[in-house]
Structure formats: structure tokens, C-alpha cells
């Protein structure tokens, strides 16, 4: 089972990234998928899910209208695009796997929003 990570980077304040994660190993289009953060001396936070049926999609207030999760099933691959970033938003960001009984997650990327 591997999640792999991609398009994290250093960007301006108000700028966007958008971070891609690819999944192989399991059964991608049977988990939702979900996007955290870590900033340093912070707990992981939940920022987005994508359900496995019907991909809906869930935010945490502070990303709320600011970001969109999405996923396409053919390519087992989950994105975050991330608009307007303020300097807060720099951390880690994970990718991760859910169902009922398992939960996978990726090395991680960072991503940092600084002048």
C-alpha cells in the first residue's frame, strides 16, 4: 500500500498550490480519502474529505472556501487545490485512506506560504 504525496512547495501569501496523491495497493474507489495538516508544536488536523460514493466533500472552517478536495477513481489519485493561502496554512500536508476497518496515509509534503 503506498500514498504518494506531490505539489507541495514554498508560495506567496495569497497565492495556490495544488497537492496531488497517488494510491496503489488497495482498492482506491472503496475509501474516502482525506487531506490533513500538521504545523510545528500543532496535532494533525483534518482539513478535507471526499466520500468513496457520490464524492461529496467536507471542510474544516478554516479552509472552507478556500480549498476543494477531489478525486479521480480511474487515475486512484485524490487532489487538494489550495487558494488565497495565508502564512497559517504552512505545515505538512498528508494524504490519507479510510474505511471501516483500515487507514493509510502518505509521507507527507510541505508546503509553506511565506513573503
Known amino acids: 500500500v503506498q500514498l504518494v504525496e506531490s505539489g507541495g512547495g514554498l508560495v506567496q501569501p495569497g497565492g495556490s498550490l495544488r497537492l496531488s496523491c497517488v494510491a496503489s495497493g488497495f482498492t482506491f474507489s472503496r475509501f474516502a480519502m482525506n487531506w490533513y495538516c500538521q504545523a510545528p508544536g500543532k496535532e494533525r488536523e483534518l482539513l478535507a474529505t471526499?466520500?468513496?460514493?457520490?464524492?461529496?466533500?467536507h471542510y474544516a472552517d478554516s479552509v472552507k472556501g478556500r480549498f476543494t478536495i477531489s478525486r479521480d477513481n480511474a487515475k486512484n489519485t485524490v487532489y487538494l487545490q489550495m487558494n488565497s493561502l495565508k502564512p497559517e496554512d504552512t505545515a505538512v500536508y498528508y494524504c490519507n485512506a479510510r474505511d471501516w476497518l483500515l487507514d493509510y496515509w502518505g509521507q507527507g509534503t510541505q508546503v509553506t506560504v511565506s513573503s
Open positions: 471526499i466520500t468513496s460514493v457520490g464524492g461529496s466533500a
